[in-house]
């Protein structure tokens, strides 16, 4: 099995940055494509962002306009969101996931991932 951790989330004003993590232990197998997803009260879990190993292409959701970078660190396996210039539409509760049985990464629905973190929240005043 896989474990997620997300971390580092927390109340922001509008403008501000965070930086979420997620830490990835257990059977680490399938977990070529990572993504990183919110989801807000109300609303169904969109994607943020993606990020496949080795190369370690990426690939964002609308919603991240340019202001969101996901990165990967094979080695220490770790996943990182930094979220530059947050707005109010940003708050949500942001998830890790991995292990999708798609033959695809970049833009890959939340209902093909396998395994996720608890969520970390962020909210934006």
């Known amino acids: 099995d896989v474990q997620l951790v997300e971390s580092g989330g927390g109340s922001v004003q509008a403008g501000g940055s965070l930086r979420l993590s997620c830490e990835v232990s257990?059977?680490?197998?399938?977990?070529?494509?990572m993504g990183w997803f919110r989801q807000a009260p109300g609303k169904e879990r969109e994607g943020v962002g993606y990020v496949e190993a080795r190369v370690r292409p990426t690939s964002y959701g609308a919603a991240a306009k340019g202001r969101f970078t996901i990165s990967r660190d094979n080695s220490e396996k770790m996943l990182y969101l930094q979220m530059n210039n947050l707005k109010t539409e940003d708050a949500g509760v942001y998830y890790c996931?991995?292990?999708?049985?798609?033959?695809?990464?970049?833009?890959?629905?939340?209902?093909?991932?396998?395994?996720w973190g608890r969520g970390t929240q962020v909210t934006v005043s």
């Open positions: 996931a991995t292990g999708e049985d798609e033959p695809f990464c970049s833009g890959a629905p939340p209902k093909v991932f396998r395994y």
């Open positions: 257990g059977d680490t197998s399938g977990t070529y494509c």
